[in-house]
């Protein structure tokens, strides 16, 4: 029988695999670190309350991409090559979500719709991110090996999710309602079929790693599949609900723990 748990520890006692899986996970938390830098440089004037918040989640991204390299480096791993097909980051880029790369190279300050942009991609995506890690820390947080960075990424990345409820009710109640309601909702479809290809994508490479049999491969493909059915026809609506958080200013602006290893 197939499991979460079965699954990961899988991935977890094969080197390969978890290599790919950790170099796929700090290529991505990297770019949204230094995408987060760039947005918190380039905040509009009339929000630069928020910039030490962006620059915060920027270096809690770059923290992550750290820790996820010292899982690999504590096995005595190199990072591997991460295929196209499961950047996750760049795959979400190509389907116009969020702020592209063009606009935050540029050095023009973004105006307050971009700041909307912003944090109802980081909305839907934490969202997912904070799902994740709350699997994780469900079968892992004691693991003796990556238990540590679980439950510190698990917590940190509550606390995005928490910074983009809070940061999105307060554009609303500033009269962007109409804007952020439309842009949470098409961030959330193109997120659910880009989270199903990236899915599918990582189980194929991992399936080739691992030598699954085919009828495996077969069951655990139809299982995405049948995640994203559920996403596409209601599961999309828990990406785009806000409510205010219970922990406030989760972000805060401090400094970043300095934890980059297990």
Request: net charge positive; charged share 25%; proline share 4%.
């Amino acid at each position: 029988m197939l499991s979460a748990r079965g699954l990961f520890t899988e991935i977890l006692d094969n080197d390969e695999s978890f290599r790919l899986f950790c170099s796929i996970a700090a290529s991505g938390e990297t770019q949204g670190g230094w995408e987060n830098g760039r947005i918190a440089a380039l905040v509009p004037r009339g929000l630069t309350r928020l910039a030490p918040k962006i620059a915060r989640h920027g270096a809690d991204e770059d923290k992550h991409g750290r820790i996820f390299n010292g899982l690999l480096h504590g096995r005595g791993l190199d990072p591997a090559p991460v295929p196209a097909d499961t950047d996750y980051t760049m795959l979400l880029e190509r389907a116009g979500i969020g702020l592209a790369h063009s606009r935050l190279r540029a050095d023009q300050p973004l105006g307050e719709q971009d700041i909307v942009t912003y944090l109802a991609h980081s909305r839907v995506t934490e969202q997912r991110a904070s799902e994740q890690m709350a699997l994780l820390l469900k079968h892992f947080g004691d693991h003796p090996e990556i238990g540590r960075a679980v439950r510190q990424i698990a917590r940190d990345e509550d606390n995005h999710l928490a910074y983009c409820h809070e940061e999105l009710l307060r554009l609303a109640a500033a009269g962007h309602g109409r804007l952020i309601h439309r842009t949470l909702r098409e961030c959330a479809m193109a997120e659910i079929r880009v989270y199903r290809e990236v899915s599918l994508a990582v189980m194929a490479h991992m399936g080739r790693l691992l030598h699954w049999s085919a009828p495996r491969a077969a069951v655990l493909r139809a299982g995405i599949r049948a995640v994203y059915a559920y996403e596409r026809a209601a599961g999309w609506r828990r990406m785009t609900s806000l409510r205010m958080p219970e922990r406030r200013d989760a972000l805060g602006g401090g400094p970043v723990a300095a934890e980059a290893t297990t």
